[in-house]
């Protein structure tokens, strides 16, 4: 399970870096978005996968599944959805201000 | 002795009450109570100096950062006493000079926040027994000479002449910081006095002469030796106080007392021998050349003092030879150039202090310092005229002042080098050195009666002068007279100094030679007729013909090509060294976000790729794996498919949509892997952020399909594997490795330490509740700059601003 996970996020994080490469700021920041699913999925697995019951003392199970990893994706989730959003928002005024959002076509001032 | 310590931050706690004060007393008045400061300071080292003379040292340690060898230790021997003396004193009196010399127009209040934190720095410098603690503060000296030599930073020559004098001592610095760290690395200790303990065992190691050279490199820039010498003329665009101060008296000497403290690390090797004695005369002779043809009196000082550090270097440089052999009968004389060097550095500080504070009152008094236009000022300034008078001819070897002493005992140690057998010293290098000697102290003569001559006699030209020439203010008058009164009064008692300050700072630079016999000679103005004294006469004939006939030989300035000058080196190196590095910049720096991507990824593959393959980290355990099941593999390579279908996606709501798919996937994955909380968050804000997304694509256009070239794409391709690869591998290779027990069960004792049952919770809301409200301030962050971007509207000025 963990080998075959630890691929999957490889393949998550291929894409994402590669939608990360693009010229187009939507693709960019579908990118990061992607690139968080994967290091959410990496961080589940280095804390062992399956491996007791729910994080719920109330379940009086023997052992407990590692409750670390699963905090620190509960704050990574939340925020890369700000961070996404407000991406988001800062590409729609770009694009408001610019008329672009090709990044290519987005670079500097040119008295600079 | 925590008192010494102390010291050193009492000027640097007058610096921070300063501002508050100077906006209460908006006048002059303020320098009153930052004088009081360096007052106190003297009085109280002063009331030391007996003590000190009797061979007490004091030392004191606050332990800081112990396990690196750092630690603030400060240590008070005899040549730490005779700086700190001169610092507190000479900064007393500058103070006291500046009351009257700057125009309560200026920024008091920022000039005595940056003198104050010089001369805490200073102190610092000198009372600093651990090498890291004294670099910082040496590195502090230049940078509040900076400020106060761009003082007056509206004038571009003002920022050049900062910039120069920044660049080049702390170049120097950080050199010096290289040498010190060799210096621990070989004897494993930052303190000096343990380093001077042990140093005899290291002189063979290959970093020692590295070390050493690096050491003086530090010193050399800082008391403008050449060819480091040339950003003290351009320093002088300083207020004349702080030339006085800094550029004459205290910071240009912090190499010199670098190069004291050191003697008896380095001295004695052959090649500190020649480095420091031979760049100390070069400098000597070639500052006399250079000062004779200034036309502008602070030039001319400048130049000046270049030459006179130069003479006290090349002391120090001679007097080490004593330590070759170490102590014996006949290695003693030698040491008497490293007395003469001490007592020539605290005359130098008397007289040149004085001629500066002169300079300073004539250029206050008529408006100009162009000795051209300046002439005839005696019987208008008469006070003024004697200052100049004492202080000239001090500087010109001329008794009955302290210079004449100091240059006797100068030509006789460069006298008696020449009957030096060691370090393969023929008898072409021995007489070199007193002829050049020689020569340098005729032309010092000749400038130092260009300063008294021109300036105070000749014809007196007042239409060419700013302002009626008058005298001085008696306040701006009584600190030079102070100094000129030090001039004479040296001459007279010159024993005094030599048992109660020098004395003390010979043990500090010999140990080896503590109390031995011959090391603090008596000093007398008459010694008989021998060689030293026809040497000065010789000046004096000379010197007296040469500036006779000075307009004569004038001429040959201008012959020589000086448009090839050192200076102009530097300037070139400096405006070749901007073009390159904004070359350099301009071609990583595109301006284009992929560009800046690609070196970070490829910078990520190197460095975590190539440090599995160096270190052959690869042992992948999948032992540990947990069981899968048959629905577990579908949605597996559902997402795998999903993700990859995104690259080709023809339309953005595509995109979108398979974007959600592995949204929802792996909030499936989390119930799977026993994360219920997870499972919900990740619900809700896949869902929150695909709506976003819809939203956001109502404003934007359609994307474009991106137009690159086939090889672009198979760039990106291989970047792109390659970054998802390397984190694959080096997950695996982590979950086969697990070094460590995993800390959570800590947190399985929830109920007890929590109170809550849903451990994620407890984690969330109280073991780590810090976190989280921080991560809410930065949603709350996101939340403004969301609002922000879309409510704002910018101004038609805004591109103005931008730029």
Known sequence: METIITILVGVLVTVAVYLLLSKSLVRVILGTAILSHAVHLLLMTMGGLKKGAVPLLGENAESYTDALPQALILTAIVISFAVTSFLLVLAYRTYKETGSDNLATLRGFKDE | MLAITIAIFIPFMAALFVPFIYKRVRSRNIGWFVMSVPLVLFIYLASLIPAVAGGKTYIHTIKWIDSAGINFTTYLDGLSMIFGLLITGVGSLVILYSIYYLSEREALGRFYVYLLMFMGSMLGVIFSDNLMVLYVFWELTSIS???????????????????????????????????????????????????????????????????????????????????????????????????????????????????????????????????????????????????????????????????????????????????NEGYSADSVIYTQATFAALFHLINHSTFKGALFMVVGIVDHQVGTRDIRRLGGLMSLMPVTFTIAVIGSFSMAGLPPFNGFLSKEMFFESVLIIRNLDIFAMGPVWGSLIPVVAWLASVLTFVYSMIIVFQTFLGKHQPDRLDRKAIEAPVGMLIAPLILALFVVGIFFFPNVVGNYLLRPAMTAVYPPFEGAEGLVPHIAAWHGFNAPIIMTIGVIVVGALLYTYLRYWRGIYSLAPMRWNLDSMYNGLLTQTEKASSFLTRTYMTGYLRDYLVYIFVFFILTVGGGLLWTGGFSIDLSNDAPITISEYIIIFVMMGASIAIIFAKSRITAILLNGVLGYSIAILFVVFRAPDLALTQIIVETVTTALFLLCFYFLPEWSKEKTTRSLKVFKGIIAISVGTVVTVLALVVQGNKMFESISVYFENAYELAGGKNIVNTILGDFRAFDTMLEVVVLFIAGIGVFTLIKLKAGKGDEDVED
Do not use: C
């Not at chain 2, 010193?219 to 004459?248: G, N, R």
């Open chain 2, 145 to 323: 000479s900076f400020l106060l030599i761009a003082f007056w930073y509206h004038r571009k020559k003002s920022r050049y002449g900062a910039q120069k004098s920044m660049l080049i001592t702390v170049s120097g610095g950080v050199g010096m910081l290289a040498g010190f760290i060799m210096l621990y690395t070989m004897t494993g200790s930052y303190s000096v006095r343990e380093i001077i303990g042990t140093i005899g065992q290291y002189t063979n190691e290959s970093l020692f002469l590295p070390a050493m050279l690096l050491v003086l490199l530090g010193a050399f820039t800082k008391s403008a030796q050449f060819p480091f010498h040339i950003w003290l003329p351009d320093a002088m665009e300083a207020p004349t106080p702080v030339s006085a101060y800094l550029h004459s008296a205290t910071m240009v000497k912090a190499g010199i007392y670098l190069v004291a403290r050191f003697t008896p690390v380095f001295g004695g090797e052959a090649v500190w021998f020649y480095t420091v004695t031979g760049v100390g005369i070069f400098t000597l002779f070639w500052g006399s050349v250079n000062a004779v043809r200034q036309t502008d009196l602070k030039a001319l000082l400048a130049y000046s003092t270049i030459s006179q550090l130069g003479l006290i270097m090349s002391l120090f440089g001679l007097g080490s030879a004593a330590l």
